[in-house]
């Protein structure tokens, strides 16, 4: 499997090459840092993910979690893992040295982390979910309640979920039936059902601390009703020692089709009237501050896509220059040996689609990650804000994008591999369906879709959007310094001019009223976005092996060639090809809008 | 699971007002069938299907084969199954009367048959393939082997399979290294291993029926020097009874990710040096004789495609109704009532979407299940020789146009139930599962798109091709009779106007010699063809509907309205929305072709 995790030239050219995360290092809270021990972070997380996250990725699979009497088994092996992961401290890369953290940039947290989730994403979910939660309290936590609950999930004693979804509600959160009531003591008592809480049971940590939305009695009606509030699976004393079993209940587990070694849970709370929950924060901001964790789930799993995707990519790509099959088309003779399959023109498409893919996400998804560095550490308030506005739109993209276009790319490593990548002899078939998940939870693709054309776009009155654009004119000035790059810039060029008007029409509409016209079709207005950013990122690694072919070390120069024609392949086929998405959108389109239910 | 086999009012609209099956029955071989026989055929077909076949689908999946002492070994389920199926004749529903078949037309019997599909993609691939076999021995095989061999598969007591693949040669037969040492006694001696060999054990019948494609010691190099042998599980004596266990050794089984009730094998020949096998025909032309079961298989595949993605269709139509979730975006007060979540348009495009590509290929299954017919029974020669060459040039869209999109339609259903959707308690990412086989088996996609470009399209003299686009010339000109159809009609002939050019320049590229050139986005030429045929079949179904409208029960307009609806949203979403392909294509694209395998 060690073939699958990641390509180190590649992580490298991003992180010193496209995103210069070395100047990081010159920020105060960096200064102690260097190249040197970004690079040993890196190593290490190669190496727990290689010892103690690759192997069990096929078991964990083939034995999906028990339940046992009222609990999760899972098989032993991820135990081991999940200890190496918080005995090395990753859990807390980002944490500050005082805190017993890596006080590491976001930027190389994320990369150490993908290291885990291209190994085993199934695994590797309980401490990302566990890290989210924790930040939570973090943030928006009482000093008794980081006391209590944040410090032993930072010692790696507890771990942490987000439950919101409920049984008849799903992506719907505003119709969430789970109440809460004050006891009296300051305490509350929760009673509801939430399902496919992810990590909801395990053996893994001393306890689990689920971040649970629930309403109060008073509680307007909607969203805005929505509190958030801190359950653990057993209660704790007040000299922090464990106390009896909250009533939290398994009530079972979704069997799915893939990532199935993380567990998926139904837990029912309060179903002896005695589930103890501590509000976080005032009521009725249950949901601003989840998402907070959700905003970071969702770059996550953007992440997760990625590493998915680029996991079969190197898979199929290795064995489609050792697998031998055929011969080129003008070349038929019985007699010749057959060639590596990588030599037949469709393959290296399949492979140079993958590549483009996986690769065009890495780096939105490095680059999302520097934006929250960015938003916490730049040098002024300016570029703080500015990043984190830009980090705001984005987010969609980098939840969806890689959800969609991954799984795409890990289609065909299954297709490249044939008959055998059908079989569960070969990674690839799990890659895909691990990977189906991903553009579900965290917020569907449809969510997704909305979120970005519904919201995101006008947020700060487009200061987002604008950012965007001025940045992808930028890029598209100095490629126009390369000839070689002409074919490149201009279809981005060309697309970003149509995106734009198109926008400023479905937001004319929007602020007309014409709300669910104007979001109808808003899945094609999700992907021709998100081909903007990932085109506007291809540029941007074009501009980068421009440079190296020029200034670079000559044994890179396939390196770069590769990205280069990477690019050619995204710009001018997926960029170029968003044309009739593009123009259904002008058109306002009504297709779908106006089909009727007693017409199917 | 009786909700997702197939529309009876879909089924009855193709049969009876866009296929003319009753039409048949003035032919004389179908003289004693009527619209009330084919009923009661379909009728039994989807009783029995529902009854033995769709029950099992999930138990199938989830207890795949097991090899046991050299034998592979299926739940129970599965042979009341094909013992009701061939009880009721349905493997020799074309045969003759007086060969005790129920002498129907292929197209009938194609419809009977996609009803098991359905119910059970992996039950059904048993008498699937025996049929096949058993056609293939009915046309080439001696009177000696008919008797022997045939005999008993029209009885239903052996049941067949079809053996090419070799380990280390895949798609490449030419490559193949099974050998065939003649005995001295007319019979041959087989050595050689096979993988990937559909129902190559099972405990379903008394006989298994191997036909082996291998070479004799004379052969000449390449797919000209492949034999075709029978080769089956036990011998068989001269009265007619089973006698020892031939040389056929079951070497394992292949774990799948989908299709897991069907064993697929590796078997090897002649471990011990006494593997019987039997001539088939004339020595060398093993190859063109498999072609018949092969092109069979091809449209049966494409079948199965279909009725997984209808299968997913309806199941999620069905949720989609069901569901209630969420507000429209207009109306988002939280105190009003949840909409079901068809009301999204998002979802109605989902399931447009879906509609459109498994009714579009379902047309397409159909209509080449009426080309056999013609071809074997149109009243004049030339008609026959017509529908053959069409019925040539189709097949590679019939396999791999279903193959793709009506995976892509199970993509959406499973998006459409969402974490449901992901779980094994819904069946709709089993259908995902099943249905990636498809682009797979029987020829990969990158095959059939080189059958396509590289070999069927210049069959003899293009006739068939000329032929395809008179056809589709006809359509557009009866369409242009109904204005309300001219925003269908023109995007095809737009497309098909581009599509004649391009063909013709890739050709010419063809001609000239330019081979890998020309063959370089073959895939590409795949798509953009299988839409126009496609887009065809939709016009076609909307003029229908135009009439039906018109002419029809009041009681059908919805029905009617759908099938316009899907038909504007296949034409002007996706037959325009090949346009950027269509440009890639006439420009001679080569970034595939020039991407090296260092660059990678």
């Known amino acids: 499997m060690s073939e699958t995790l990641l390509c180190p030239r590649n992580l490298a050219f991003e992180l010193y090459e496209v995103l210069d995360a070395e100047a990081l290092t010159r920020r105060a809270r960096f200064a102690d840092h260097s190249r040197e021990t970004f690079d040993a972070a890196l190593g290490t997380a190669r190496q727990i993910a290689q010892k103690y996250f690759a192997p069990h990725n096929r078991t964990s699979d083939e034995h999906e979690p028990l339940y046992q009497n009222g609990e999760a088994v899972l098989i032993p092996e991820v135990k081991p893992a999940v200890d190496a992961f918080i005995e090395a401290g990753f859990h807390n890369a980002q944490r500050s040295f005082e805190d017993g953290g890596m006080q590491l940039p976001n930027l190389l947290s994320r990369a150490c982390f993908a290291h885990f989730q291209s190994a085993n994403i199934a695994t590797s979910s309980y401490p990302m979910l566990t890290m989210g939660a924790a930040h939570l309290i973090e943030t928006f936590g009482s000093d008794d309640q980081k006391q209590r609950f944040l410090q032993p999930m930072i010692e790696g004693r507890y771990f942490g979920t987000m439950a919101l ?53 008073d509680a307007p009606p909607g969203v805005k009703g929505i509190s958030l509030f801190i359950v653990p699976k057993f209660l704790i004393n007040d000299d922090g020692s464990l106390g009896p079993r909250n009533d939290v209940l398994l009530a079972g587990l979704f069997h799915k089709m893939g990532w199935r070694g993380t567990t998926s849970t139904a837990l ?15 009521p009725h901001k249950g949901l601003a501050y989840m998402f907070q964790m959700m905003n970071e789930a969702r770059i996550g799993v953007g992440m997760g896509a990625i590493m998915l995707g680029y996991a079969g990519y190197l898979y199929s790509l290795n064995y489609a220059r050792e697998r031998p099959q055929g011969r080129l088309p003008d070349g038929k003779d019985p007699a010749s040996a057959q060639v590596p399959i990588i030599e037949h023109t469709d393959v290296k498409r399949m492979l140079l689609m993958q590549k483009a893919y996986v690769e065009g996400a890495f780096d939105l998804g490095l680059y999302s990650a520097r934006l929250v560095d960015d938003q916490h550490t730049a040098t002024n308030e300016e570029e703080r804000r500015n990043a984190g506005e830009l980090l705001d739109l984005l987010t969609p993209i980098v939840k969806s994008w890689p959800s969609e276009f991954c799984l795409k790319a890990n289609e065909l490593a299954i297709q490249i591999l044939g008959g055998h990548g059908y079989t569960r002899e070969y990674p690839v078939e799990q890659f895909y369906r691990d990977n189906r998940l991903n553009p579900i939870h965290e917020g569907t693709h449809g969510i997704q879709s909305l979120d970005l054309l519904g919201r995101k776009l006008m947020q700060n009155n487009g200061a987002g959007l604008q950012q965007l654009l001025g940045l992808i004119q930028d890029c598209c000035q100095r490629a126009a310094a390369h000839e070689a790059l002409a074919p ?38 999700l992907k021709v976005f998100g081909h903007a950013v990932i085109g506007w990122r291809w540029l941007e690694q074009a501009l980068r092996a421009e440079h190296g072919l020029t200034d670079g070390n000559p044994a890179d120069a396939d390196f770069y060639r590769g990205k280069l024609q990477a690019a050619r392949y995204f710009l001018t086929w997926e960029v170029l090809g968003c044309q009739p998405e593009l123009t259904l959108l002008e058109a306002r389109d009504d297709t779908c809008l106006n089909m009727q239910e007693g017409w199917f």
Chains 1, 2 share one sequence.
Not at 268 to 282: A, I, P, T, W
């Open 488 to 525: 490149l810039r201009q279809p981005l060029e060309q697309h970003v001019a149509q995106l734009t008007r198109v926008t400023q029409a479905l937001l004319g509409d929007l602020m007309a009223g014409k709300i669910n016209q104007a979001l109808a079709n808003s899945a094609l207005y």
């Open 165 to 217: 979804t409920e049984p008849h509600a799903g992506s719907s959160l505003s119709d969430i039936r789970t109440r809460a009531e004050p006891a009296g003591d300051g305490s509350y008592r929760l009673k509801g059902n939430k399902i496919f809480i992810s990590g909801g049971d395990h053996p893994l940590s001393e306890n689990i601390v689920h971040m649970v939305l629930a309403k109060l009695p």
């Open 268 to 282: 029912n709370f309060g179903d002896n009237g005695n589930c103890v929950g501590y509000l976080v924060g005032e």
